[in-house]
């Protein structure tokens, strides 16, 4: 698995990928630190595609929500999940309209972020099978 | 001399008490922080309180701004242990873990606040006897938190524009 994970704190960046990883997830990771970034990762891969993207809502240049209806213009597949201190209902109906596969409020517990990854990895290897 | 919630009732309790919940639930959850929460107080001026000050502006149905105001040595404290290695307080990593922080106490309390709001990325202004400028027609409101790691405050300075 190859994940992208987008988000301007580095150090949150670290903490997400320790987290998955101590959870048991087996992946190969990626980083961009806003929306801009992560839709250049997500579309210069070199061949090997992502199969889940996290994203957060608040950053410079680009927010997430953004960056989520630019990868939805051209693809439905991709998993996206947002991971994002916006806890609103109004927030997170915007971000399923515009196509998430799943929302994560920061700050989150570490077993039921690590569920939520696991849980939107399994539904679209189950989709693609 | 500052006054105590009890003691002035400008102090709305709707506003403030959102903050304390957020404070000690993201540090616990993500960081593995027990927080205590002390009484609020009235800022008295506009010196922040510690050599710290991560910063987030609110905007929409309530306006002003959020400051995560820390000693250097605590905020120093709480970054290395957020990254799990010894972060030094000149680098990017330091702020940026600052930023972190205040995002999450500023987010979480924003979705107990009521109406629609928004919320800027954070700043983070290091420096003793640093000034921040307040919205003059409200109070800002510091929130004391104590913590192993030394204490702190989160200081509001906000105001509804919807009744």
């Known amino acids: 698995?190859?994940?992208?994970?987008?988000?301007?704190?580095?150090?949150?960046?670290?903490?997400?990928?320790?987290?998955?990883?101590?959870?048991?997830?087996?992946?190969?990771?990626?980083?961009a630190g806003d929306g801009v970034?992560?839709?250049?990762?997500?579309?210069?891969?070199?061949?090997?595609?992502?199969?889940?993207?996290?994203?957060?809502?608040n950053m410079p240049n680009m927010v997430g929500l953004d960056m989520i209806k630019q990868i939805r213009l051209s693809d439905r597949n991709t998993p996206l999940v947002m991971v994002t201190t916006e806890a609103e209902k109004h927030r997170i109906v915007e971000a399923v309209k515009a196509g998430i596969n799943g929302y994560i409020v920061k700050p989150f517990d570490p077993a039921a972020f690590v569920g939520k990854v696991k849980e939107v990895a399994a539904a679209t290897a189950k989709r693609a099978a | 001399m500052s006054e105590t919630a009890t003691a002035n009732p400008i102090l709305d309790k709707n506003v403030i008490v959102p903050f304390g919940h957020s404070v000690v639930e993201c540090f616990k959850k993500m960081i593995g922080v027990?927080?205590?929460?002390?009484?609020?107080?009235?800022?008295?001026?506009?010196?922040?309180?510690?050599?710290?000050?991560?910063?987030?502006?609110?905007?929409?149905?309530?306006?002003?701004?959020?400051?995560?105001?820390?000693?250097?040595?605590?905020?120093?404290?709480?970054?290395?242990?957020?990254?799990?290695?010894?972060?030094?307080?000149?680098?990017?990593d330091f702020t940026d873990g600052i930023g972190e922080f205040s995002n999450?106490?500023?987010?979480?309390?924003?979705?107990?606040?009521?109406?629609?709001?928004?919320?800027?990325?954070?700043?983070?202004?290091?420096?003793?006897?640093?000034?921040?400028?307040?919205?003059?027609?409200?109070?800002c409101i510091t929130l004391p938190c104590s913590s192993e790691q030394g204490e702190f405050c989160v200081e509001v300075n906000v105001k509804r524009t919807v009744k």
């Open chain 1, 1 to 31: 698995m190859r994940i992208l994970i987008v988000d301007d704190s580095k150090l949150m960046r670290n903490a997400m990928k320790k987290t998955l990883v101590d959870g048991g997830v087996t992946a190969e990771f990626g980083e």
């Open chain 1, 37 to 57: 970034e992560g839709l250049a990762a997500y579309k210069n891969h070199g061949g090997k595609p992502y199969s889940l993207i996290l994203v957060d809502w």
């Open chain 2, 34 to 92: 027990e927080i205590k929460i002390g009484r609020p107080k009235l800022r008295p001026d506009n010196k922040a309180t510690y050599d710290v000050s991560g910063i987030v502006g609110y905007s929409g149905d309530l306006v002003g701004y959020v400051v995560l105001s820390l000693p250097l040595e605590t905020a120093s404290k709480l970054v290395d242990k957020f990254a799990g290695y010894h972060v030094d307080p000149d680098s990017g």
């Open chain 2, 104 to 139: 999450w106490v500023v987010g979480g309390a924003k979705a107990n606040l009521g109406g629609v709001i928004s919320m800027s990325c954070p700043a983070v202004v290091i420096g003793t006897g640093h000034k921040i400028a307040h919205l003059s027609d409200v109070p």
